[in-house]
């Protein structure tokens, strides 16, 4: 019997079922950080689940995403690109939300980028939507929604999605410097911000590198105005004091485009002419520079 006694003493103790389901490590969610958590949920959207791990784009890295087309976001302030991508079936989309350094910044892409705005009334954050993008910006943000697939009747969605990702946004903030150009004959739509050579060109070119003298932190405001002369475009910026816009100024005098001719120059003004025989004046007055541009006639 002894011998027995001792043999069961032995045996190893085997758990039963309840101990061992106790053991299991528990599952905890892991919830997004960052503008990550600014990506909606898996089927919050009905039937649209993540497709990919979430992707984030610093400064350094974004000429990795965006070909041919970095310059003009760095230019005018970017901080930050998160990108999440979600399928239904063969449906896709693409989330990207770009967090740029301001407001000012953010405004700038998106009239840069929008075109002529096609606006559904039940989304409040200035938009624009068609059938493969819906695009927005609000306070330092610059959001895309965009149709991979291409396919119709996706608007709806694109809507919802645009409607999750503004919901977790700080309230809107409008640049102060858009308040620079006069109401009176702006044509709608025609607003642009600049901070530099890139968003400049793209309006007019006065000259080569940074001819106004921006430097990425100066932002200017321009816009077309409607008369009974046609068409004429205007840039008002506000230099930081007298000084750096009296060095703009005279940067712009000794380096005027070839293409542009100078007709009378004088301490704070100066008027040219340009290829299509049309005038402009680039004037200054205390600290800031008036750059008015497509003038019919030789301003007096």
Not at 119 to 139: G, S, Y
Request: proline content about 5%.
């Amino acid at each position: 019997m002894r011998w027995c006694l001792a043999l069961l003493l032995a045996l190893p103790v085997i758990a039963g079922p309840r101990s061992a389901v106790s053991a299991a490590p528990k599952q905890v969610a892991v919830r997004p950080v960052g503008d990550a958590a600014l990506t909606p949920a898996d089927a919050s959207v009905s039937g649209w689940r993540k497709a990919e791990n979430v992707r984030v784009f610093t400064r350094a890295d974004l000429y990795g995403y965006i070909d041919g087309g970095a310059e003009l976001f760095l230019e005018l302030g970017f901080d930050q690109l998160t990108l999440q991508k979600y399928r239904n079936g063969s449906s896709e989309f693409a989330v990207e939300i770009y967090r740029m350094t301001d407001p000012a910044a953010a405004t700038g892409i998106y009239l840069m980028k929008c075109g002529k705005e096609t606006r559904d009334p039940v989304f409040k954050a200035r938009h624009t939507i068609n059938r493969h993008q819906l695009m927005f910006v609000r306070e330092r943000y610059y959001v895309t929604v965009n149709n991979l697939s291409g396919k119709d009747g996706m608007g709806p969605d694109l809507l919802r999605f645009g409607g999750l990702v503004a919901a977790g946004l700080p309230a809107d903030r409008l640049p102060g410097e858009l308040k620079l150009l006069p109401a009176a004959g702006l044509v709608a739509g025609s607003e642009r911000l600049i901070r530099g050579p890139y968003s400049l060109q793209s309006l007019y070119t006065l000259g080569d590198g940074d001819i106004l003298q921006l430097g990425g932190k100066v932002v200017g405001a321009a816009g077309n105005y409607a008369d009974a002369g046609g068409n004429t475009g205007l840039i008002l910026i506000d230099y930081p004091d007298a000084s750096a816009a009296k060095l703009a100024f005279a940067n712009v005098r000794q380096n005027l485009d070839k293409y542009l001719k100078p007709m009378t120059t004088t301490a704070t003004r100066l008027v040219f002419k340009d290829y299509e025989n049309r005038f402009g004046v680039v004037a200054l007055t205390a600290r800031q520079i008036e750059v008015r541009l497509h003038l019919l006639k030789a301003p007096q």
